[in-house]
């Protein structure tokens, strides 16, 4: 015979309380005492009582899910971005749902229904390339609080929390032309990616603002360690090395650099990530990269949801500043 399920009723009458102070504990709300909260979570515990949280929602006509959009999560930017996200909404006592787009629009579309139909208090999505402000439109119809991550929808305006695109680039340059590098390239992405778009601004001021006669080209590819590899091998056989070179990922920058270094290269090119993963540090040459403050974004985007759920309002954007790590990659300073 199946084993009866513990009812919030049964918790109540073994610690002595009214239904309703046992429901205000497990929900985290209402005036009860220190006291009170743990004679009753010591109930829970020895009963072995499970809250169930979709039939509290209904009760309430609200969630203690946040939905959360990625579209590579096999990435390790993503993933430590996920980190700070989930760690804060789990303090707050609220459970994360993912769901990955793998970067592409039409399953964007099934990822935001899927978490509708979950009836998600608020969504973080990472868009995917191609997206247009019929997303916006989407989430704006949607109605609970959201915001962007790490990229945005161009020519939109919807709240948005992620790094400072253009100044992280602009830092990277600067150090590239305090080397004395004079052919810069940026290797990696798309063209209809935000982010790629902004650093590319950002180097371009960068190079505009030095008064040198240095030059800077873009190269596409995928945001990937085969993708800098590939970029690099192409640029070895048509003979374009660059001798600087900004890649839009620290794993392009990884694929790039062995490249570089199959082909006997490997001192020829001034390399720069951008990622900041710790990883980075243990590569031989430790990889110089603009850190990108992955989970402390996440962090700030959880927080910034919470808010907005809280106040039934809209997420207010922030944008963090970058921050460039020297390392090894760039190789020593010239001497003037």
Known sequence: MAKKRVTLRDVAHAAGVSRTTASNVVAGVGRVSDETRER???VMAELGYVYHQAAGSLRRRSSRSV????????RPHYGELLIG??????????????VSTMDRVDRQRRA??????????????????GSDTGLIDELREWGVPSAFVSRHVPAGTHPYIGI???AGAYLAVRHLLEHGCRRIAYVGSFPGVSSRQERVAGARRAIDESGTDATFEQFEGEPTAEGGQSVARRMIREGALPDGVICH???????FGRELHDAGRGGDVRVIGFDGLAQTAFWTPALTTVDTHAADIGAEVARALLAAIDADGEVASRMLEP??????????HEIS
């Open 40 to 42: 009753v979570r010591e």
């Open 67 to 74: 939905g959360v959009v990625v579209t590579n999560i096999h």
């Open 85 to 98: 996200l989930e760690s804060t909404l789990t303090e707050a006592g609220y459970t994360l749902l993912m």
């Open 112 to 129: 935001i229904a899927t978490l509708r139909e979950h009836d998600v208090a608020g969504v973080a999505i990472i868009p995917a390339t």
């Open 164 to 166: 400072d695109n253009a």
């Open 249 to 255: 990922g620290d794993l392009v920058a990884l694929g």
């Open 323 to 332: 921050r460039l790590i020297v390392r090894e990659s760039c190789g020593p």
